[in-house]
């Protein structure tokens, strides 16, 4: 019952959170949750499904295309921009930032 609330879990936030992010909704938390997703992804490849080293890669190795180390690294940096930055002036928290500030109080 655990792993199949975990599996759906999982689901849907990985359909969810990069919704958010593209609509720039909730972004710092939609970017903080992705970033725990793929950490919980890195770790069920390397424990749950043995990946090999070649497929996780090294740290400054010549050749940057690893499947796990590279390219979550890569992805990890844009969603700790995302988590730092927030989201841009073309996002629904920027109009809801806007509009809250143009309520009087």
Same mark, same amino acid.
């Given at each position: ?15 969810i ?11 710092? $938390? ?36 690893? $499947?796990?180390?590279?390219q979550?690294a ?23 930032? *806007?509009r809250? *500030? *143009?309520?009087?109080?």
């Open positions: 019952a655990l792993d199949r609330l975990i599996i759906l879990a999982g689901t849907y936030a990985e359909y959170l990069p919704l958010l992010i593209v609509i720039g909704l909730f972004t710092r $938390l939609a970017a903080l949750g992705m970033i725990g997703f793929v950490i919980v992804q890195s770790l069920t490849d390397i424990y749950g499904h043995g990946a090999d080293a070649t497929t996780i890669g090294a740290w400054f190795d010549r050749a940057s295309d690893a $499947l796990i180390v590279d979550r890569f992805w990890m940096l844009a969603l700790i921009t995302l988590v730092l930055k927030g989201a841009g002036p073309l996002s629904v928290d920027h109009i809801l930032n *806007a809250r *500030a *143009a309520v009087p109080e």
